[in-house]
């Protein structure tokens, strides 16, 4: 029988810096690791306040202004995607979003020889600064403070993590417990929600575990208005094999990882080519799986690799 579990646990990142505290943390966090695959992060050294009174502003801004800097125009796939243009799971994905990196000049040189996943990095596009004033500046600051986040919390487990805001009240984030049970992840407030990814998974083969999770609309109105929230997600190196990096692990270890159980399988559809991929081109697949008139456009190669009769037809959305 597997350990399973029924809630998301919280852990408090101020522990640490507590010599006293800290090997608590660190138990809660391979608990966490190995048994749930989410967690709760409170209080974290991140200024969410801000940006989160923008966040409303920017959805709100004419179509036409969110349509000029639309995704499809990136060969970073960075920018604005209308409802529905999204694929996740071979599925069309119902929300309005924005992609936006931490700056970024790309190395990718045309006609160089540079390998395509070299260019999937590169600068953001921005709405006009004269209908939202200050939104890239802030932004900018919020990102660079959950990577560095993100950065110290990597060191406690030592692989990069996404990381995910939950930018309003509303209920919709679940995870899929050891059974195949949906677990709420409501928002509570000044806290982030962690969740492992596959890359850890795949180096830790399969300690951490990278729980399936969805969100859908909520069923109840007790809160107005639409749900926001601000996904952070840490990548690794581009040239990283991760085949290079596959961890070994201390008796203690192993033996949580036993007591745990035997796991079902997870049905993600991306980033099963960590085996034999660098990590850039496993993310660039991905990127495109996700969003092929992007590929199309900018990948047309790899985008008749993946979709050899075209990309389905309600995944245009421009």
């Not at 596959?198 to 639409?226: K, Q």
């Not at 034999?276 to 199309?296: M, Q, Y």
Request: net charge negative; glycine share 6%.
């Amino acid at each position: 029988m597997a350990a399973n579990f029924s809630s998301v646990p919280v852990l408090d990142y101020a522990q640490t810096a507590s010599p006293e505290l800290r090997p608590q943390f660190i138990r809660e966090l391979q608990h966490a690791l190995i048994n749930v695959g989410f967690l709760y992060l409170a209080n974290v050294p991140v200024q969410t306040d801000e940006l989160l009174r923008y966040i409303p502003k920017l959805f709100a801004l004419p179509q036409g202004e969110k349509n000029k800097i639309a995704m499809v125009n990136s060969k970073h796939f960075l920018g604005y995607n209308k409802l529905g243009a999204e694929f996740t799971k071979g599925a069309t994905d119902w929300r309005e979003q924005f992609d936006i990196a931490t700056p970024h000049v790309s190395r990718f040189v045309e006609g160089r020889g540079d390998p395509d996943y070299w260019s999937l990095w590169g600068p953001s596009q921005w709405p006009s600064e004269d209908l939202i004033p200050g939104f890239k500046p802030t932004m900018e600051k919020y990102l660079l403070e959950v990577q560095e986040l993100s950065y110290n919390f990597a060191n406690l487990i030592s692989e990069a993590l996404g990381q995910l805001l939950q930018a309003s009240d509303h209920k919709g984030l679940q995870v899929q417990n050891l059974t195949g049970d949906w677990i709420d992840v409501a928002p509570i407030p000044n806290t982030f929600v962690v969740n492992i990814g596959r890359a850890l998974e795949f180096v830790t083969r399969g300690l951490a575990r990278a729980t399936s999770h969805r969100v859908i609309s909520p069923s109840d109105n007790t809160v107005p208005g639409p749900r926001y929230s601000v996904p952070f997600f840490q990548n690794i190196g581009l040239d990283v094999r991760l085949t290079e990096h596959v961890l070994n692990f201390p008796p203690e270890i192993l033996k949580l990882r036993d007591a745990r159980g035997e796991l079902n399988a997870t049905d993600s559809v991306n980033f099963t080519e960590f085996d034999r991929e660098p990590s850039g081109r496993v993310n660039l697949i991905g990127r495109v799986k996700s969003h092929p008139d992007v590929a199309e456009r900018h990948y047309p190669e790899l985008f008749r690799q993946i979709f050899p009769n075209g990309a389905p037809a309600q995944v245009s959305a421009y």
